[in-house]
């Protein structure tokens, strides 16, 4: 049986009986099933998701962004579907909002936004500081243009949090190597200090590199890191 599967349909193409299904697989979603004792990854459950809005759901936010390889996302975070629903079921997010055919494509067999598409949606959808978090993470991962975002804006002028989408998206710097560095140069940025530049090379005398800094000023010759245990586990 596949990964992650819609109950009803399987027992009625007989390839499970309604007895297996009970015993040996777990519902993650209302008729979406998974193996038991299966830890489920976040495209498993964005997969299921999708399969739950009986394929009309597109798959944005947080959980496309890993689709698109974006890091440091957890297994259980909300899965965000542009459909129409009033009561989704717990783990899943539904928006009714419009997405045109330029804005989406398909992976893993369902509907995913545009790296653009979901950058616009995490950057009008989450706070400022999430936000740019993860439009950097997403940006390390599958560089998109910010003229392409703002051109949705343009499109779809008045829609929810464009204003702080605008704001956002000049912050966004694809060289963040973890979200707890972003956090680190935002709080630079809004302590009214020049933007730093991420992922600084320094060298010796000799012009060998001895490492790479998180964020710094090369005009000036300062760097600053971040250090703690959440960093270290953020990193790739």
């Known amino acids: 049986m596949g990964e992650i599967f819609i109950g009803s349909d399987a027992v009625a193409s007989g390839t499970v009986t309604r ?6 697989y777990r519902p993650i979603y209302p008729n979406v099933y998974a193996a038991r004792g299966e830890q489920l990854t976040v495209r498993d459950r964005a997969v299921g998701a999708v399969l739950w809005s009986k394929r009309r759901g597109i798959l944005t936010g947080i959980a496309a962004s890993a689709l698109h390889g974006a890091e440091w996302v957890d297994a259980d975070v909300p899965v965000e579907l542009v459909y ?8 899943i997010v539904t ?9 989406l494509g398909w992976q893993h067999g ?13 950057g009008r959808h989450l706070r400022r500081g999430h936000a740019i978090a993860r439009m950097d993470a997403l940006m390390r991962a599958r560089p998109f243009s910010a003229e392409d975002v703002l051109l949705l804006a343009k499109r779809y002028r008045g829609a929810r949090g464009v204003k702080q989408l ?27 200090l020049p933007t730093p530049k991420s992922q600084v090379p320094i060298y010796d005398h000799d012009g060998r590199l001895l490492r790479t800094s998180d964020l710094g000023w090369e005009d000036l010759m300062v760097v600053a890191e971040y250090d703690g245990d959440q960093h270290r586990t953020d990193r790739p």
Do not use: M, Q, Y
């Not at 007895?19 to 040996?24: I, K």
């Not at 369902?110 to 995490?122: E, G, I, M, Q, S």
């Open 166 to 192: 605008k704001a956002a998206l000049p912050l966004v710097d694809g060289g963040a190597a973890s979200l707890r560095e972003t956090w680190l140069r935002l709080l630079l940025i809004d302590a009214g």
């Open 84 to 91: 129409h629903c009033t009561r989704p079921p717990t783990g």
């Open 110 to 122: 369902v509907l995913v936004a545009t790296p653009a598409r979901t950058a616009f949606d995490l």
């Open 19 to 24: 007895h297996e299904l009970a015993r040996w």
């Open 95 to 103: 928006r009714n909002e419009r997405i045109e055919p330029d804005e």
